[in-house]
């Protein structure tokens, strides 16, 4: 672990010229009198290394100096894929050895190209989580890829929408899918894969047993079937729609692009007040009562009659909830 640090604070110094004791000690998460013994133990060593006084000074190499330990390890060339994803790699316990990836392949670049990798970095940043959540870490998911990478069955407790179930399975590959993680997985019984979502994961247990992966599975692509199936059984109803010049701006932020697509291709020429006629497709009564309430008072739905009589009762109730407020005010 120490000699991973000791080469760490060389590559560090080596990409960034001159750091001090506790921007190394930060940067490695350690203690800045840490940062001192591993200086004192590279001086030892014969690394040209020096330190400078004052506000603007450090830790630096002999100019020129530059180290040949660059090489990647197993484990670093096997992490390399989440090296432009930071998030994702710290959710699945890879960050330190990303983070060591990152400096090895900043160290190893000449200096003009090192400038410019980062001023990209300060350019461009991806963050894969949603507005509304931070991301979708579970306390399995480390569990959940140790297993997808040794090949080990598991036994898990898992929420389904019908109760909580526990499964043995077979983890083919996790999937990051809008903050969201998957992991897909068959079941001994069963040859085609699922996809389980992993937050809802209450229990992994690795067992002893590994599982042959069939070779002709590419999760890449079963993943992309996976998605274009889903979306083909998403909509299978529709709602006839009356929407104000308000209330169809407000669709295009709320709505699915197949349910604003569907909206501009059935529109009819609005009436005097601006309000168009539409049809749009749902998924359910239960999802569109849900989807359509957020449009308010904006959207009228003419049907189907089990939709409109549903989005009806909730005004009356929500009528009936704030009325003493509509007529004057709530009691004191």
Same mark, same amino acid.
């Given at each position: 672990?120490?000699?991973?640090?000791?080469?760490?604070?060389?590559?560090?110094?080596?990409?960034?010229?001159?750091?001090?004791?506790?921007?190394?000690?930060?940067?490695?998460?350690?203690?800045?009198?840490?940062?001192?013994? @591993?200086?004192?133990?590279?001086?030892?060593?014969?690394?040209?290394?020096?330190?400078?006084?004052?506000?603007?000074?450090?830790?630096?190499?002999?100019?020129?100096?530059?180290?040949?330990?660059?090489?990647?390890?197993?484990?670093?060339?096997?992490?390399?894929?989440?090296?432009?994803?930071?998030?994702?790699?710290?959710?699945?316990?890879?960050?330190?050895?990303?983070?060591?990836?990152?400096?090895?392949?900043?160290?190893?670049?000449?200096?003009?190209?090192?400038?410019?990798?980062?001023?990209?970095?300060?350019?461009?940043?991806?963050?894969?989580?949603?507005?509304?959540?931070?991301?979708?870490?579970?306390?399995?998911?480390?569990?959940?890829? @140790?297993?997808?990478?040794?090949?080990?069955?598991?036994?898990?407790?898992?929420?389904?929408?019908?109760?909580?179930?526990?499964?043995?399975?077979?983890?083919?590959?996790?999937?990051?899918?809008?903050?969201?993680?998957?992991?897909?997985?068959?079941?001994?019984?069963?040859?085609?894969? &699922?996809?389980?979502?992993?937050? $809802?994961?209450?229990?992994?247990?690795?067992?002893?047993?590994?599982?042959?992966?069939?070779?002709?599975?590419?999760?890449?692509?079963?993943?992309?079937?996976?998605?274009?199936?889903?979306?083909?059984?998403?909509?299978? @109803?529709?709602?006839?729609?009356?929407?104000?010049?308000?209330?169809?701006?407000?669709?295009?932020?709320?709505?699915?692009?197949?349910?604003? &697509?569907?909206? @501009?291709?059935?529109?009819?020429?609005?009436?005097?007040?601006?309000?168009?006629?539409?049809?749009?497709?749902?998924?359910?009564?239960?999802?569109?009562?849900?989807?359509?309430?957020?449009?308010?008072?904006?959207?009228?739905?003419?049907?189907?009659?089990?939709?409109?009589?549903?989005?009806?009762?909730?005004? &009356?109730?929500?009528? &009936?909830?704030?009325?003493?407020?509509? $007529?004057?005010?709530?009691?004191?």
């Amino acid at each position: 672990m120490r000699a991973s640090r000791l080469l760490s604070i060389m590559l560090l110094l080596q990409a960034h010229g001159r750091l001090t004791a506790a921007a190394l000690a930060a940067r490695l998460e350690v203690s800045v009198r840490t940062v001192y013994r @591993d200086v004192e133990a590279l001086h030892a060593a014969g690394i040209p290394l020096y330190g400078e006084a004052g506000h603007a000074g450090g830790y630096r190499l002999v100019d020129g100096w530059r180290t040949r330990l660059t090489g990647l390890t197993a484990e670093e060339a096997e992490r390399l894929v989440f090296a432009g994803l930071p998030g994702p790699a710290a959710e699945l316990g890879y960050d330190a050895v990303v983070a060591t990836v990152q400096h090895k392949l900043h160290a190893a670049l000449p200096g003009p190209l090192a400038d410019r990798v980062a001023e990209l970095r300060q350019r461009f940043h991806l963050d894969p989580a949603g507005w509304y959540s931070d991301g979708d870490a579970s306390a399995h998911l480390p569990a959940a890829a @140790d297993a997808v990478w040794r090949r080990r069955r598991v036994r898990v407790r898992y929420r389904s929408w019908t109760g909580e179930v526990t499964r043995v399975l077979h983890p083919y590959g996790l999937v990051l899918k809008g903050g969201r993680w998957y992991v897909v997985a068959a079941r001994p019984d069963r040859r085609e894969p &699922a996809a389980y979502r992993v937050n $809802q994961i209450l229990a992994l247990v690795p067992l002893d047993e590994t599982f042959d992966q069939p070779g002709e599975f590419d999760l890449p692509g079963w993943w992309r079937a996976h998605v274009a199936d889903f979306r083909s059984r998403l909509h299978r @109803d529709e709602a006839t729609i009356r929407l104000s010049p308000r209330g169809r701006e407000r669709l295009r932020e709320i709505a699915s692009d197949v349910v604003v &697509a569907a909206a @501009d291709r059935t529109a009819e020429p609005p009436d005097a007040a601006g309000w168009v006629r539409a049809t749009v497709p749902i998924e359910s009564l239960t999802h569109a009562h849900g989807d359509l309430l957020r449009l308010g008072a904006e959207v009228e739905v003419l049907a189907p009659a089990a939709l409109r009589d549903r989005l009806a009762a909730t005004a &009356a109730a929500l009528a &009936a909830l704030y009325a003493p407020a509509v $007529q004057g005010g709530a009691p004191a």
